[in-house]
């Protein structure tokens, strides 16, 4: 078995509205696809695909689950534009020798690592 690359991330959620203020408002994802009524909403990142999901009862947001880390351009803006909005942190901004990270929570308490590789 080889994995050939990562179709998409989904991310759970319980108002789709309010997901959509906090990902497309607040982190500036545009919306690329939309699916099953509007409860499922996909955005392209790079070569990559987003998506939050309102479609199940069995299927429910959580602080302990998968996250997924968006890649920034410019690390310390996007820290900055976070805290303007008051995003919630579980993670304060951090270095390790490859980079830089931190921790916020959407709506619903789903965690997503802002990340920033440094120059190699």
Known sequence: MKVKEIGFV???VTD???ARKFYEGVLGLQESGR???GKWIEYGI???T???ASISDTWTPSDQGTGAALEMENFDEAIA???KASVTFAMDASESPV???AIVQDPDGNKLMIHKL???
Do not use: S, V
Request: hydrophobic share 40%; charged share 35%.
């Open 16 to 18: 789709m509205e309010r």
């Open 35 to 37: 699916f099953l009524e």
């Open 81 to 83: 534009e976070l805290k």
């Open 50 to 52: 987003l998506c939050i």
């Open 118 to 120: 440094k120059p190699i």
């Open 99 to 101: 980079c830089h990270m």
């Open 46 to 48: 790079g070569k990559d």
């Open 10 to 12: 989904a991310i759970p």
